[in-house]
């Protein structure tokens, strides 16, 4: 006979002639099957995350520095002495989309934070850039904007992670 299952059917699988659909076991396999599939994929999803966070800090370290190096050749921003504490030291805005300096004194009328990477610390932090007399660009990110006293300059960056 043909759709007939022949055999011992100790744990009622058989399936009749005529009945259509799955059995309690077959849907607790597939259940158990996906339940594992979830489990493996969300520690990759949550590390892909952060590594996007990462590069998108990275990303607003490499534009402040090109900024700051075109506003400073072009004479629109003067660097100043390396001792020189606040001078010379702009807060990165980031959150228009295009990117902005904006200098220490002037920041207090800040937007929201918007350093995300957590592998660095940089979560709700800003990004200050620094312009020397020199030229040199320093970079940092910082929980606060009220100035730069206490900041590290070039130091936990993203973009020294790639």
Same mark, same amino acid.
């Given at each position: 006979?043909?759709?007939?299952?022949?055999?011992?059917?100790?744990?009622?699988?058989?399936?009749?002639?005529? $009945?259509?659909?799955?059995?309690?076991?077959?849907?607790?396999?597939?259940?158990?099957?996906?339940?594992?599939?979830?489990?493996?994929?969300?520690?990759?999803?949550?590390?892909?995350?952060?590594?996007?966070?990462?590069?998108?800090?990275?990303?607003?370290?490499?534009?402040?520095?090109?900024?700051?190096?075109?506003?400073?050749?072009?004479? $629109?921003?003067?660097?100043?002495? $390396?001792?020189?504490?606040?001078?010379?030291?702009? %807060?990165?805005?980031?959150?228009?989309?295009?990117?902005?300096?904006?200098?220490?004194?002037?920041?207090?009328?800040?937007?929201?934070?918007?350093?995300?990477?957590?592998?660095?610390?940089?979560?709700?932090?800003? %990004?200050?850039?620094?312009?020397? $007399?020199?030229? @040199?660009?320093?970079?940092?990110?910082?929980?606060?904007?009220?100035? @730069?006293?206490?900041?590290?300059?070039?130091?936990?960056?993203?973009?020294?992670?790639?």
């Amino acid at each position: 006979m043909a759709g007939i299952w022949k055999g011992d059917d100790s744990l009622g699988i058989a399936k009749m002639r005529g $009945e259509n659909g799955f059995t309690l076991a077959e849907m607790l396999i597939v259940v158990a099957v996906i339940a594992v599939l979830v489990a493996v994929s969300i520690p990759m999803v949550s590390s892909a995350l952060d590594r996007v966070r990462c590069t998108t800090d990275a990303a607003n370290e490499r534009s402040a520095k090109a900024i700051a190096a075109v506003q400073f050749l072009s004479g $629109e921003i003067k660097g100043a002495a $390396e001792s020189e504490g606040t001078n010379g030291a702009y %807060l990165y805005k980031a959150g228009d989309g295009t990117g902005t300096l904006v200098p220490w004194s002037d920041s207090i009328e800040k937007g929201s934070a918007y350093g995300k990477c957590v592998t660095h610390g940089h979560q709700d932090a800003y %990004l200050w850039v620094k312009v020397l $007399e020199d030229g @040199t660009i320093q970079l940092a990110w910082a929980k606060k904007i009220n100035g @730069t006293a206490g900041v590290t300059w070039d130091k936990d960056l993203c973009g020294d992670a790639h």
